[in-house]
């Protein structure tokens, strides 16, 4: 599975305001610009609602061209990065991250929509912050994620339906994209997040994850590969969307 970033990404810098550091980031996007705006004022408020520590956000402009976020500064570096350096206390800040996405699901589908990629969360004097708010990834009333247009988000909206929404989505493309990049910390580590989604997570979704992982990801690899298959892989996968 290679794993290629098709959507819009934001533009990120740290800067100082009034000596303070904080994180600017900057998207631009011509269309549906107010809509997204204010999905990622609702996305803060659902995370929030649902016990994800987010940065605190000290501003967010609209304009013609795009959206501003000006964010707290969190002096830590994301899990990816302590992952790589292999900091001291990874192996648990990696599974911090299992075990809120594990809480957040139903069995099947999750209460918010999260990418819960490594690099997407950091720990913080021991308490996990998620750090990736746009784009917004709202739950919309169909059950798939809102607003969606194809400039932001790059592939159909069913992938990050599964991706985000979805513990059996969320927990593969962790693990998956945790093989792709450091394959001796997946070995290292697999065995206990599976422990930890069993004790989670029931019934048929605990069993995808696991077949999943045993042979090597090939739902997402076949999606990654060849956008052709979702049109017939997703929908078959979110049998709960109607």
Not at 2 to 20: P, W, Y
Not at 174 to 190: G, N
Not at 209 to 218: A, C, E, M, T
Request: proline share 5%.
């Amino acid at each position: 599975m290679k794993e290629i970033t098709k959507g819009k990404q934001a533009n990120i810098r740290v800067e100082e305001v009034r000596h303070v550091p904080v994180i600017r980031k900057r998207i631009e996007i011509a269309d549906r610009a107010s809509e997204y705006y204010q999905a990622l004022l609702h996305y803060r408020e659902d995370l929030q609602a649902h016990d994800i520590r987010v940065p605190r956000l000290e501003g967010v402009e609209l304009d013609d061209t795009g959206i501003t976020t000006t964010e707290e500064f969190i002096p830590s570096k994301d899990v990816a990065q302590n992952i790589e350096g292999r900091v001291n206390g990874w192996e648990q800040e990696l599974h911090m991250v299992v075990d809120t996405v594990c809480r957040l699901s139903n069995g099947t589908q999750s209460s918010v929509f999260i990418d819960a990629k490594p690099d997407n969360w950091i720990v913080h004097k021991g308490r996990l912050h998620f750090i990736d708010l746009f784009p917004p990834p709202l739950k919309g009333k169909d059950g798939h994620v809102k607003p969606y247009t194809e400039e932001i988000y790059g592939r159909p909206k069913g992938f990050f339906t599964f991706t985000y929404g979805d513990i059996r989505g969320q927990i593969t493309k962790l693990l998956a994209v945790l093989k792709l990049t450091d394959e001796d910390a997946y070995r290292k580590v697999a065995t206990s997040i599976l422990d930890r989604v069993t004790e989670n997570v029931t019934g048929k979704s605990a069993d995808y994850i696991k077949d999943q992982d045993s042979q090597g990801y090939p739902d997402l690899d076949a999606m990654y590969r060849d956008e052709a298959v979702m049109s017939t892989l997703i929908p078959a996968l979110l049998w709960y969307i109607s």
